[in-house]
């Protein structure tokens, strides 16, 4: 942009300092008149633009998608409004775009004109390539002048927040759950209610039942106290536990550890949350993040938001995040364990779970597979992994460039 103008005002400069070299050395009016004409012509572009610019009140919104998947377009629609007092000749927008390939964030509109209190929209898109929680703006404006020799830059804090979440794939063949909380006849009525149950009915109140769940109205019409009684709705329940690694991330960009765990453990989640199943999240990534049992597609959406914000950051082991959850873990439970071949040596204590009647399935990545030295033919498999016989125990092996929809 800057040599475009470079050009334009070397040539500007030219014919003044030419027509006034002519008419001094000449004296020929011709010369003198057009040296005044393009000093006045130049005197009222800047007067223009200097008007426009510090009076100018252009108003900007932005529409985008409430929700985004990576190797998904972003469509923007923008709309511009002009609320000063000045008509506005040639203003070239640039929208900043976080969520784009890196050599195209920018998004340059070239509005040609915008008169009093008129409105133009503008629509762009962009590929969201990579999960994450980025910013869309600021807004640039640049000023022109009518004869498009001189510009004055303006920025525009307007910024909108955007969530590309990680990819999911269909899941065909996971291992069944033989793990939850089967009511009698289908129906559980319990005193005290969570998140998983539904309500049921109304009883009269005993000892030692919550006062949260007491029915006031119910109550009152009774004389006497009645309690809600809820039935609980979902049978089974799993946990998913991950430790994002810092110094085991191998691989770039969307080829590493951590993205893979990601778009895998997401794609569980919906699986499971589709099924009914209720689920919790317990993970490491720089800090402990712990999301408690629940269902449903708003439980879903917090796990897709974690998960589009999460990085390896971790400093610490899945053995040591184990040890600090392992007490907290409840029977009849689903341990869905999303971890890389370094970590099989914590196998025997996870193994040990089936004694309080937690069932493990665990996903293991090769993480040398994400090395970009690595040979096949040169490096053992994953999958010869020292597991006892006596123990039933298919664990899903992953590598590279695997097609996660064949796996699962």
Not at 150 to 153: E, T
Not at 335 to 349: C, N
């Given at each position: 942009m800057y040599k475009k103008f470079l050009v334009k005002w070397i040539f500007s400069l030219f014919l003044v300092v030419f027509s006034f070299f002519m008419g001094f050395k000449t004296q020929l009016p011709s010369f003198v008149f057009f040296f005044w004409l393009l000093v006045s012509v130049f005197i009222i572009n800047i007067v223009w633009l200097v008007l426009v610019y510090f009076n100018e009140r252009l108003c900007f919104s932005r529409k985008i998608p409430l929700k985004i998947e990576e190797d998904d377009f972003l469509d923007v629609e923008v709309e511009v409004e002009n609320k000063g007092f000045f008509p506005v000749f040639d203003i070239v927008l640039i929208d900043y775009l976080g969520c784009a390939y890196p050599g195209e964030r920018q998004k340059n509109t070239l509005i040609s004109f915008l008169g009093l209190g008129s409105k133009v929209k503008i629509n762009y898109r962009c590929l969201c390539y990579q999960r994450g929680r980025y910013d869309l703006g600021p807004f640039t404006a640049y000023f022109f002048d009518p004869l498009g020799l001189?510009?004055?830059?303006k920025k525009y804090d307007i910024y909108?927040?955007?969530?590309?979440y990680p990819h999911t794939f269909n899941i065909h063949k996971f291992p069944a759950l033989t793990k939850g909380a089967s009511p009698w006849f289908g129906i559980a009525t319990s005193r005290v209610s969570g998140d998983e149950d539904e309500f049921y009915g109304v009883r009269e109140y005993?000892?030692?039942?919550?006062l949260k769940r007491i029915h006031w109205m119910a109550s009152a019409r009774k004389n006497k106290l009645i309690a809600k009684e809820f039935q609980r709705q979902n049978f089974f329940r799993a946990t998913i536990i991950f430790n994002l690694d810092k110094d085991s991330n191998f691989g770039d960009g969307r080829e590493c550890v951590c993205e893979y765990m990601i778009k895998i453990i997401a794609s569980i989640s919906r699986y499971l949350v589709n099924l009914g199943v209720s689920i919790e999240i317990v993970s490491?990534?720089?800090?402990?993040?712990?999301?408690?049992?629940?269902?449903?597609?708003?439980?879903?959406?917090n796990i897709l938001k974690f998960l589009t914000i999460a990085q390896a950051e971790s400093k610490v082991t899945l053995a040591e995040l184990f040890e600090t959850f392992y007490r907290d873990l409840l029977e009849d439970t689903s341990?869905?364990?999303?971890?890389?071949?370094?970590?099989?040596?914590?196998?025997?204590?996870i193994l040990s779970l089936g004694f309080r009647s937690v069932s493990c399935i665990p996903i293991i990545l090769d993480s040398a597979s994400f090395l970009r030295d690595y040979?096949?033919?040169?490096?053992?498999?994953?999958?010869?992994?020292?597991?006892?016989?006596?123990?039933?125990?298919?664990?899903?092996?992953i590598s590279c460039k695997d097609n996660l929809e064949e796996k699962f």
């Open positions: 001189f510009f004055l830059k909108s927040e955007v969530y590309v005993k000892r030692g039942d919550s490491h990534i720089g800090e402990a993040v712990h999301i408690p049992f629940n269902k449903g597609a708003e439980h879903l959406e341990l869905i364990i999303v971890m890389t071949d370094k970590d099989k040596a914590h196998l025997p204590s040979n096949p033919d040169s490096n053992p498999s994953v999958n010869y992994m020292d597991i006892p016989d006596s123990v039933k125990l298919n664990p899903i092996y």
